[in-house]
């Protein structure tokens, strides 16, 4: 039984409903009863919020799939469409209000989690969108493509492996040819692979860490900036580990320390030429990353727990976020690294 879980606290649920009435009753007694009633009332108890009266309120905590979830492992790089629970990207809930009409957007990692999120959000603020993946994950990438299709949005399907920089050069030669132009850049593609110890990291794993998650980020980056007009923005995926890095995640860390170091850099670069440039640092996702290597198998039934909302985030929690550092509103924001972390230690 997981004591963090609120349905399994029942006598603090009562305590606190209990509250509640007293304090309806008597509304001298929170000031009279001293710091362990004023503890109480600080302690989470989502049980006890009062009615959303017919508002489109949500509990955050209880929204989504929570932990404890069936062991599961997959061959790297992992299917969205083999997760159990299935991820939610958006595909039935994202209402998109024109924000992006027009645009023109490069997203790698397209096909599942977070990427997968940011661009069926994206095809539904109006944008025409590439997506890169891997050739093992054309199913998953077929279904994104679907999505946009079916929001009369032009979408464009690369699939290549991005350790290989002719191969980042040509990508984006590739999106800027068949969507006429480039906008948004989302460098999102990484690999992560959890080991115990630094011993048990070869050479080959870091040299793949290093090149899916940092290199291919600058081939492409670079390939992008003579195509990109004052407006445009670029969007990397950074992480909560940049800033509290688990002993399991040694160089996926470490990578992900120097996308924060990079984005910031660029963003004093781009900013005379209009073109703003962020990060944007997500917590625990339920994506298939996670399965396929980036989590140990023993944890994963538990992950997303530890967190202070108690699971993981589901990608289309963070489209709003994407959506926001690629619209113009978002104007003045350069250089920033924009947390979703379900209240673990972030930006
Ligand atoms: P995901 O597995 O759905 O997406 C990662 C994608 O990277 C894959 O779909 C794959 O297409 C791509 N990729 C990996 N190696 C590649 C290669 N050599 N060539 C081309 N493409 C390659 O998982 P996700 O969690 O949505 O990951 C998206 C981003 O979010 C990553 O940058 C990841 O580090 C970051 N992130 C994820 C979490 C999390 O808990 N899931 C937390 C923080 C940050
Ligand atoms: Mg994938």
């Known amino acids: ?147 946009i299709r079916a929001e009369g949005r032009k979408a464009v399907a690369i699939p290549g492996d991005l350790r290989d920089e002719a191969f980042c050069r040509r990508l984006v030669a590739d999106a800027v040819a068949q969507l006429g132009g480039l906008d948004i850049l989302v460098n999102n593609a990484a690999r992560q692979t959890a080991q115990p110890s630094i011993e048990a990291i070869t050479t080959e794993q870091f040299d793949a860490t290093l090149k899916t998650n940092l290199y291919a980020m600058f081939w492409i980056t670079k390939a992008a900036v003579p195509h990109l007009p004052s407006g445009a923005t670029i969007i990397n995926t950074a992480s909560v580990v940049a800033y509290d890095p688990p002993e399991a995640l040694l160089d996926y860390s470490t990578t992900k320390a120097g996308i924060v ?22 917590g625990p996702f339920w994506t298939p990353l996670q399965p396929s290597g980036g989590q140990m198998p023993d944890k994963l039934p538990q992950f997303g727990a530890d967190s202070p909302i108690g699971r993981p985030g589901q990608p289309v929690e963070l489209a709003p976020v994407y959506v926001m550092l690629a619209s113009r509103e978002s104007s003045y924001a350069t250089g920033g690294v924009f947390g979703s972390t379900g209240g673990n230690v972030g930006p």
């Open 261 to 282: 170091a990079f984005t910031k850099s660029l963003a004093k670069q781009l900013a005379p030429k209009g073109i703003r440039v962020n990060a944007v640092a997500p």
């Open 1 to 147: 039984m997981d004591p963090k879980d609120p349905k399994n606290a029942p006598s603090r649920r009562l305590v606190v409903n209990g509250l509640g009435t007293g304090l309806m009753a008597a509304p001298g007694l929170l000031a009279s009863s001293g710091p362990a009633l004023a503890q109480q009332a600080d302690s989470p108890a989502p049980t006890a919020s009062p009615p959303t009266g017919g508002r489109t309120l949500q509990n955050p905590v209880t929204e989504y799939p929570k932990p404890p979830f069936p062991r599961q492992t997959q061959e790297w790089p992992g299917l969205a469409s083999k997760m159990n629970p299935r991820p939610d990207h958006g595909e039935t809930s994202y209402k998109g209000s024109g924000r992006l009409a027009g645009r023109r957007a490069l997203v790698t990692g397209g096909d599942s989690g977070i990427g997968r999120a940011a661009v069926i959000a994206y095809a539904r603020e109006g944008a025409d969108v590439a997506i890169n993946y891997l050739p093992a994950e054309e199913s998953d990438a077929r279904e994104v493509v679907d999505l």
